[in-house]
């Protein structure tokens, strides 16, 4: 009986619960001046709750960078039409981008983005901090992972 009440109570929080929760959202830079610092940075993204309102990508709500600042915004559905051949790195690389296919060949290897995401769906969002941090981000839609850029020369991969 006793089981049953800390379980029903356990529940009741974590279903009326507000604010944000981080999950595995996770930016591991790949390529750019963060990458190449001795122990390279992690950030974590932060979704909104509730846990059960839908897929978790579109669920996002902000990244948090090391010096603590907070980037929010949201991802949205996008087809994905054009290829996009910035190199990365470069200011013409800084978001915002029609879409990162640059980003994509440069993680996953030359030609990944023609053969697996043109012409298909993908989560895009843009993230601004209040430090003037301006973070692209794109994710497949099984929301497994997917790449960022900054308007800092960095690139990303995204692991959730």
Not at 13 to 29: D, E, H, I, M
Not at 49 to 64: E, H, I, V
Not at 69 to 90: F, I, R, Y
Not at 96 to 101: D, E, S, V
Request: aromatic fraction near 10%.
């Amino acid at each position: 009986m006793m089981k049953n009440k800390l379980v029903f109570a356990l529940l009741g929080v974590c279903l009326t619960s507000g604010g944000t929760v981080a999950f595995g959202q996770k930016l591991y830079p790949v390529l750019g001046a963060l990458s190449s610092q001795a122990t390279p940075p992690v950030f974590s993204g932060q979704i909104r709750r509730p846990m059960f309102g839908g897929p978790l990508p579109t669920l996002l709500k902000s990244w948090t960078l090391a010096n603590g600042e907070v980037l929010p915004g949201k991802l949205a559905t996008v087809t994905v039409s054009a290829l996009n051949t910035k190199t990365p790195g470069t200011p013409e690389s800084y978001p915002p981008q029609p879409n990162l296919a640059f980003a994509w060949d440069a993680i996953y290897g030359q030609g990944y983005f023609a053969a697996h995401i043109l012409g298909g769906k993908i989560y895009q969002g843009t993230f601004t901090g209040g430090q003037g941090t301006v973070l692209q981000v794109e994710l497949l839609l099984d929301g497994q992972h997917g790449v960022a850029v900054d308007n800092k020369g960095n690139t990303y991969k995204v692991v959730w």
